[in-house]
């Protein structure tokens, strides 16, 4: 149990399909972020949200579309996505962004949500 | 630009011997360095991570790391290795003096680790 809870673990949709990821984090961080990782690629940083603002879209395509009502909750929304999509969605959180020299900059991670697009 | 290298995509080690899974980096200022473990269907686990101070840094699973700053490196170790640490092994690195974006975290590619009985 890392204290950040994805859900679903898997996801099969179609590409015409609208769906959402879910991620609660109960470490009472300020920073939560959306990795993406594929079968043989380096893991991607999606998107960063510090106390529920964006701070950082690393050129996402707009069909994922991300959701931070309050520092503990992150959402992805899906749709119309490729096959090409398919990948282990990764929601992590930190205790805030900005790197400093307390151990608050750790990196806490979900266990993935598995995303098949057929 | 900073950049994290793991050279092996493999390391295989037999139960009970001495593991070592390399870790290289490249950042301007100083470096943050962390080690995570992925078991299979799983997310990223932290393992243990060096900020400042002493350059051996003990963390979970009797892992430890010894940051080498002439060498640039951050190889993560295990005095003997269990069947049950086969799984994947990610070095990542920040930049400590930059903030935003500049100081995100860097993962390299992954290592996986194979223990044979």
């Known amino acids: 149990e890392t204290g950040v809870t994805q859900t679903p673990r898997h996801l099969v949709m179609g590409m015409t399909n609208k769906k959402s990821l879910k991620c609660e984090q109960h470490?009472?961080?300020?920073?939560m972020y959306w990795y993406k990782q594929s079968a043989k690629k380096p893991l991607e940083l999606m998107f960063v949200?510090?106390?529920?603002?964006?701070?950082e879209n690393n050129s996402v395509p707009s069909r994922f579309s991300p959701e931070c009502p309050n520092s503990s909750h992150l959402f992805l929304h899906l749709h119309t996505l490729q096959p090409e999509d398919s990948a282990l969605y990764l929601c992590?959180?930190?205790?805030?962004?900005?790197?400093?020299?307390?151990?608050?900059?750790?990196?806490?991670f979900g266990e993935g949500s598995w995303l098949t697009v057929v | 630009a900073q950049s994290v290298a793991q050279p092996e995509d493999q390391v295989n080690v037999a139960e009970g011997n001495p593991l070592t899974v390399k870790c290289t980096y490249s950042?301007?200022?100083?470096?943050?360095l962390f080690w995570y473990v992925q078991y299979p269907n799983r997310g990223l686990q932290f393992l243990l991570k060096?900020?400042?101070?002493?350059?051996l840094v003990k963390g979970s699973y009797g892992f430890e790391a010894e940051f080498n700053k002439s060498q640039t490196s951050f190889h993560l170790k295990k005095p003997s290795a269990l069947v049950s640490d086969s799984a994947l092994y990610f070095c990542?690195?920040?930049?400590?003096?930059?903030?935003?974006?500049?100081?995100?975290?860097?993962f390299g590619k992954g290592t996986k680790l194979s223990v044979k009985p």
């Open positions: 990542a690195v920040r930049d400590g003096t930059r903030g935003g974006s500049q100081g995100n975290l860097i």
């Open positions: 060096y900020i400042t101070g002493d350059n």
């Open positions: 950042v301007s200022g100083n470096p943050y």
């Open positions: 949200y510090s106390l529920e603002e964006r701070v």
């Open positions: 992590a959180s930190s205790l805030r962004v900005a790197p400093g020299v307390s151990s608050g900059n750790t990196i806490y």
């Open positions: 470490l009472g961080h300020n920073a």
